[in-house]
C-alpha cells in the first residue's frame, strides 16, 4: 500500500523535475505567437527563425568558441592538478585539493562583482580574454572530481610494469596512463563544457555589449519579449546536451564500475 | 663470480628501517628466493633490485655494473607483478609487444619473439584476446612472456602465486621453474609461503625484520636452522628450553620443565639453549626401548595422509609428533599410552 | 601476522609506488594554483577592500576605511527586510526540497541495476539544463494564462487565475524544482551508506517497515540530510536567474540587489558588502553544519 502510495508521489515528483524542460521543448513546436503550452499547431517556424536571426546565430558561434578555449584550458589545468593530488605525496593534499576545487563552493554573484572590480583595474572588462579567463577558473574543479574519479581506480602498478618493460615517463604516461584515464579526463571536458555554455551570471556581469553570449541573449529576450525562438533554442541545447552528454557519461559509468 | 651482488643494502623511510645488513651474492642461473612474513623487507629489496626504490645506502651489481642509482626502465630486469599488471586496453600481443618497441626492436624480430615466448607459456592461440578474458593463471603466464620477451639479465617475481587457488599454484611454480631452467635466466622470488619456497628454490634468503636470518638450500634451512625465527619459520618445530649437563658420565638435555633428554653420542654444544626437533623425525616406539620418553596421546589430527598427535609428557611437555599413515599400523587415539624416541642427528641445538 | 605489520606492509607498498620523482607534482599543480590565486583570491581580496570603501555618485569610488556600507545593509530598515526575506526564502526553499526529495531519494537508493541508472539520469538531467531554460519554463507554467492556472480553472478549483508570477509563490515553486536534484543527491550518498545488514537485524528483531524507517533509516541518514540542507539553502541564497526572471523589480532578494548596486547604481562598495554578508552567512552556515555532522558521527 504504501509502495504503491511511494510510487505515485515519485511520478509527481519526477513530473515536477521535467515540468519545465517539457513545457519548454513542447512550446518550441507551437505555431501560436507566444509560448503555448499545450501547443496547438505543430510547426518548425520557431527553429527556422532562430537559424535565420543573425544576433542569435553569433550569440551561438561566440558561446561555443568561448566555451571551447575554456573548456580546452579547464581540462589540461584540471588533469595536470588532478594527476599531481591522486598520485604525489603532495605535502598538504587534501588542503590542495579543498583550495582547487573551492570556486564551486562561491555563490556566483559573488565571484562575478569581484571579478568585476578586479577586472576593471586591469582593462580585462568587456574582453574575450577576460571571460575566457573566469569561465576556466569555474569549470576547472568540475574536471578536477572527475579525472581525479577515473585516477583513483587507476593501478599504479601499470605505469611500474611500464617501466620495468623499458618505457620512459612520456611513453608510460601517453601509452599506459592517457588511454586509461581517457573515459574521466573526457566526462570532465564535457561536463565542463556544458557548464561554461550554461554559464549566466559572471559572463553577464562581465560581458559588455559586443560580448552577448547565447545564455544572455536568452535571459534578455525572455524579460522583454514573449516568442517561442527562445523556446526554439532551449530545445536545441537541450537536445545537444542529450546527445553528447548520455553517451560520455555511460562510458564513465561503466569504466568506473569494471 | 657472482651475477648479481648485493653490497651492505640498507633501506630506512624516516625513522623506520626497512631493510639493513643485507648482502647477497646469486649465481648466474640461481633461483633464489626471499622468504619471510609480513613486513620483512623482502619486497622492499626485491623493488630495490628492480629499480622503484633506491637503498639508503650500499651497492647492486649485475655482471660487473653498478646499477644502483641505474633508473628502473633503463635497468634490464623483468619484474612479473602480483595482480600480473596486464594493460587491460591492449591485446596479449600488444602487451608484450609494449616492451619490445620501447627497446626499439625491429618488426620482424618482434613477431619472431612474440611467437617465441608465446610457445614457451603455451599461449599461442591466445594472442589477440584481451587481459580480461583471460583466467588467473593465464594472465600470469601472459605476465611472464611479456618479461621474457625482452631477454632480461634476471627475472624478479613479486608473490605471482598469491592470487591463485592452490592446485593452481603448485602447476604455476612447477611451470616457472620449469621455464626458468629452459631460459637459464637468473631468478629472485619474493614469497612468504614456505612451500613454494621449498619446492622451488636453489637457495633461500629467511628474512626476518629487514635482517637476513639464514641463506641456505632448502634442505640446509630445513634440517639445520640457525635460530628459533628460522625453525619456526619454516615447517613446524618442537621446542624445548634448557642446558646441556654432563654428570655422571652421560650428558643429558634438562629442559626447564624437568624433563630429562639424554644424549647419547655426538652433540659438542655446551650450556643453555633450545633443542628442536621436527615432528616427523619422532618415532613411536615399544615401551621399555632406551631412552625413550613416557606420555599419553592429547591430541589425534587427521591431515589427510599423514595423522598428527600430540603426545603429554608426565612433565607437562606437549610434543607434536607427525607420522605417515601406513598399511599395518594402527591410528592412535586420545588417552593410548605411548613411548617416543629421536635420533640425536635429527636434533637442532640453538645456543642462547 | 600481526595487525601492525600489515598496515606498515601497506604503507611501505603506498610509499614505494608514489612519488618517484619528489619534485614533479609542483609543476603539475601551479598552473592551477596561479588560476585560483589570480582570479579568485586576489579578486575576493580586493572585493573585500572595496566593501570598506565609500562611493559618491559622479564621484565614484572614494578610498577610506568605513563600515558604513556594511551597518547600512545590516540596520536600514528596507534593507533589512531583504536579507531576512531572503533568509526566509531560503529556509522555505529548503524545507519544501527536504519535503519533496526524501521520497524520491528514498527510492532512488533501493533502486539497482538499470532502474537506477535511468533514475539517477532523470534527476540529474535537468542539472545539465541551463537554469535560464528551466526557469523560462516555468514563467510559461505560472502564468497567468499558464498551464497550471489553465488546468485548475478548467477543474473548477479557482475561479479567476491565481497569481503565479512576479511574486515569492512562484519563486518558490520554480527554485524547489532548480534546486531538488542536488537535496536527492545528497540524501541518495547518505541512504545509501547505511549498512543493509542493519536492515536485515532489524527485521530479525521483528520490526516492520514503518518502525524501521523511524528508528534506523531516517536518523542514520541525518548526515545527508544536513549536507542536503546546506546545499539547497546555498543555493537558494545566491540565486539569481530566477528571482530575477520570475519575479523581476518586485521581490528583491540579495542577488539581485548586488546586481542592481554593481550595474545600475555603480555603488560597487555597497554590493561589495552585501555579497561579503552572504559569503560570511554562507560560511557560518558550513561551519555549523560540519560541527552537527560531526556530533551526528559520535552520536
Redesign the interface.
Known sequence: MIRILLRCINLLLLLYLMAPIIVVVATSFGSSAYPLFPPNDLTLAWFRKFWENPELREALRLSATLSATSTFLATIIGTLSSLAIVRYRVPGKSFFSVILLSPILFPAIVLALALLVAFQRVGLTQSFKGLVAAHTLLITPFVIRLVMASLEDFDPSLEEAAQNLGAGWWRTFTRITLPLIRPGILAGAVFAFIMSFDELVVTLMLAGPELQTLPIRIFNYVQYSSDPTISAISTCLIAVWLVIGIPVYAKFLSVRHS | MAYLTLKNIRKTYGSSVAVENFDLAVEAGEFIALLGPSGCGKTTTLRMIAGFVTPTSGEICIGDTDVTRVPAHRRNVGLVFQNYALFPHMTVRANIEFGLKAHHVSSGEMRARVGFVLELVGLATYVDRYPRELSGGQQQRVALARVLALKPDLLLFDEPLSNLDAKLRVQMRQEIRRLQREVGVTAVFVTHDQEEAMAMADRIVVLERGRIAQVGTPAEIYDRPSSRFVANFIGISNFFEGSIVSEEGRRVFRCKSGLEIEIVQGMDDKGAGTMAVRPEKIEFVEAGTPHALAGTIQQATQLGATMEYVALLKTGDRVIVQEQKRPRVAIRREGDAVHILWQVADTIFLQS | ?TAS??K??QE??Q??????RGT???F??T???L??G???L???L??AR?SLEGYQSGQGIIETWQLSNYSKFLFDPFYRQVLVGTLVLGAEVTALCLV?GY??A??LSRARGLKR?VLY???L??L??????????????LANN??INKTLMSLRLIESPVRLMYNVTGVIV?LV?VL??FMVLALDTALLNIDLSLYEAARNLGAR?PRIFLRITLPLSLPGVVSGCVLVF?GA??A??TP??IA?ARLKV??TV??QQ??ALLD?PF??AI??V??VT?AVLLVASLQLSERLRNA
Not at chain 3, 15 to 20: D, L, W
Not at chain 3, 131 to 138: P, Y
Request: hydrophobic share 55%; charged share 5%.
Open positions: 601476522m605489520e600489515i606498515n606492509e611501505l607498498k610509499e614505494q609506488t608514489t612519488n618517484p614533479l607534482p609542483w603539475l599543480i598552473p592551477n594554483l588560476l585560483i589570480l582570479f579568485m586576489g579578486p575576493l580586493l572585493l572595496i519533496l521520497p524520491l528514498y527510492s541508472a539520469f532523470c534527476i538531467m535537468p545539465l539544463t541551463s537554469t535560464v531554460v528551466r526557469t523560462f519554463g516555468w514563467m510559461i507554467l499558464g498551464f520554480a524544482e531538488l536534484p517497515g546555498t541564497l545566491s539569481f536567474v530575477t526572471l523581476g540579495m542577488s548586488i546586481y554593481a550595474m560597487w554590493g561589495a555579497a561579503f552572504m559569503l554562507i
